[in-house]
């Protein structure tokens, strides 16, 4: 709680803005164990209206009374404790807790009020990160549709693509969620890292496809000799990354160990789709476009 110099220090406005707050506090479920000037002063012997007690401050011990109190710099602090249960179940409270503060300051001119500490900090950066988490691998996701649109001249081709290289995400975010993660920095660079080597798999897969599919009529022999033509280069150099991820699951650090199993994961899923789904959907969905080669 900050407040101008026309505002005296032993001014009871002070007290009345601290119980203001503290009151709405107490209120919300989720933030425990509010303390403030207010409490100090409460538990003080005596009676009385506590905005009428602000003088009593000067009884308690310097160290204490500053704690929560420091009226040369204008400001005073009320504490609360969260539980450790993640961002996303605090973002309401943290939104209420502001619309009130500003409310609070706008009946008392001259008192401004902010939600500070590292919780705060964390729901407002980390929220940043899944927006922007959410805008990058959407823009991803078009980006790839467009580009394999253009290089192979078919938007069924930039549909089925879509397919094998989001799902790879898709089964790794539902691991981090079963597993009890939350979401971290560490985890969000990890699925754009992923994303691009995903993608490599298809584009080797769907190339040899295509060039195989002109020389022959039949696209489940054109899979076949894709197959025969890259599968193996799809499983060694998939198999390479995940050993090589796979060590540092070992490592002392928390984060590297996360990025590493995130990492071998996400590979692992996407050489499925490469070499289960992507073959099934060509088959499936692709459709040739009409030869202009006449047989002889």
Partial sequence: ???????????????????EIDDFLKTEPKLAHSISIRNLIDALPGSGPLDERMTLL??????????????????????????????????P?????????????????????????NAVWRWRNLYQIVID????????????????????????????SIIPNMFPLVFTGAYLYFAGFNLEVVMVCCFTVCL?????????FLTRFLDESKNVDDTNVAIQRAFVGVGSALIMTSAVLIA??????????????????????????ALLCDLVFLPALLSVFYRRKPSLRQDS
């Fill in 58 to 91: 000067e009884l308690l011990p310097p160290p204490l009374k500053r704690t929560f109190f420091l009226p040369e710099s204008h400001v005073a602090t009320i504490n609360f404790r969260v539980h450790d249960s993640g961002i996303a179940d605090y973002g």
């Fill in 244 to 269: 090589g991820f796979g060590v540092v699951t070992i490592s002392d650090s928390r984060d590297h160990r996360i990025f590493a199993t995130m990492g071998a994961l996400t590979i692992g899923a």
């Fill in 196 to 204: 691009g080597i995903a993608v490599d798999d298809t584009i080797h």
């Fill in 133 to 160: 988490l959410a805008t990058s691998l959407g823009t991803a996701a078009v980006i790839i549709f467009l580009v394999l649109t253009i290089v192979y001249r078919s938007v069924r081709i930039g549909i089925i």
């Fill in 1 to 19: 709680i900050i407040w101008d110099e026309s505002v005296a220090s032993d001014s009871t406005d002070i007290l009345r803005v601290v119980t």
């Fill in 93 to 117: 409270v943290f939104q209420r807790v502001e619309s009130k503060l500003e409310e609070i300051g706008e009946a008392h001119p001259g008192f401004q009020a902010i939600l500070n500490g």
